[in-house]
């Protein structure tokens, strides 16, 4: 045959497959979710989240030491709360002696150089299980951005450097910065969850920190899965009202909205690889189905590939040992 175009000539070797490479992951692109708990010398594997666990304090400190000498520099808090914690108003989110608020301070106070990314949204503190305050069955708007105000403020006292509002209420990223730039707290970022999907994906998280809905669904809020123009209404509009990092989430199963977000806008695009899309792997791997290392490998590499350069996800800390 006589082929002018022989695309197997840069996969003869190692070396000119390495050269040729388009897209590569550093440990740099990984932000690790951390559950915080509640007690001392305690710490309890999620059981739908295999390897991963909640963390008291005390050993959570310990975790990230061993996550920074791996290279790991941000960590995205989120706490899991006793049923007696919790209430309509999600009180317990701003309260100075509350777990999450100490934990800020605890990891900052240890660890200068960390980034700490927090989580603005009610329903780990809620009794109703939503990212709103429910009346009549109904999430409101308006009135949740107050209480969002008071946790991403307590939260900046306390130390925060990124807050990351997921909760999808309306409004929300242009009344954080205010808040956030009337307290003084100007360098404090805000990585908006822009477009997050009412998704099946979220199940083992909502095991980790007993969260789930207590009613009704999230489809008020979070977006319609068969939708992609809305996401550019949704990103455009954080855009807008100052958001410093555009999110997509979960991140599999919505690669083309990554590749979108980061066509139409100049911000850093992050993704959340949610708990979801690590179980599978997980479950997949530990029944022998498949090869976990490498499918981990291949689903980071193509978030990144799709336009993401910032990658939240459960695998941080075993992809940072192959890289
Ligand atoms: N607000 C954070 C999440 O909902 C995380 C979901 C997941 O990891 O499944
Ligand atoms: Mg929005």
């Not at 690590?278 to 291949?298: C, F, T």
Request: with cysteine; charged share 25%.
């Amino acid at each position: 045959m006589n082929l002018i175009r022989r695309p197997r000539r840069s996969r003869q070797s190692a070396a000119i497959r390495d050269m040729v490479q388009e897209t590569r992951l550093s440990v740099t692109d990984f932000i690790l979710p951390v559950f915080i708990m509640e007690g001392q010398h305690t710490r309890s594997e999620v059981s739908s989240m295999p390897g991963i666990h909640r963390f008291s304090l005390d050993l959570l400190l310990e975790e990230i030491q061993e996550c920074v000498d791996l290279g790991i520099k941000t960590f995205d808090l989120f706490p899991n709360l006793s049923e007696a914690k919790k209430d309509k108003y999600a009180t317990e989110s701003y309260n100075p002696d509350g777990l999450y608020l100490q934990a800020i301070r605890a990891i900052k106070d240890r660890f200068p150089d960390v980034m700490v990314m927090t989580d603005v949204a009610m329903d780990p503190y809620s009794s109703d299980g939503h990212d709103g305050i429910v009346e009549n069955g109904k999430i409101l708007n308006d009135p949740t951005l107050e209480v969002l105000g008071k946790m991403a403020l307590a939260q900046a006292q306390a130390g925060a450097n990124i807050v990351g509002p997921s909760d999808m209420m309306d409004g929300r990223v242009g009344y954080l910065r205010q808040v956030l730039d009337e307290g003084g707290f100007h360098e404090v970022a805000i990585m908006s969850y822009s477009a997050k999907y009412a998704s099946a994906f979220y199940g083992p998280f909502r095991d980790a920190l007993d969260s789930a809905p207590k009613f009704g669904d999230k489809k008020t809020y979070q977006m319609n899965p068969a939708n992609s123009r809305e996401a550019l209404i949704e990103a455009q509009l954080d855009f807008d009202e100052g958001a410093d990092f555009l999110m997509v989430k979960p991140a599999l199963a919505y690669l083309d909205i990554i590749k979108l977000l980061n066509d139409n806008f100049h911000l850093p695009i992050a993704a959340y690889n949610v708990s979801g899309e690590y179980a599978m792997i997980k479950a997949a791997a530990q029944n022998g189905w498949l090869d976990g290392e490498r499918a981990m490998m291949e689903s980071l590499m193509s978030i990144k590939r799709a336009g993401a350069s910032v990658i939240l996800t459960y695998f941080a800390k075993e992809a940072a040992r192959l890289l």
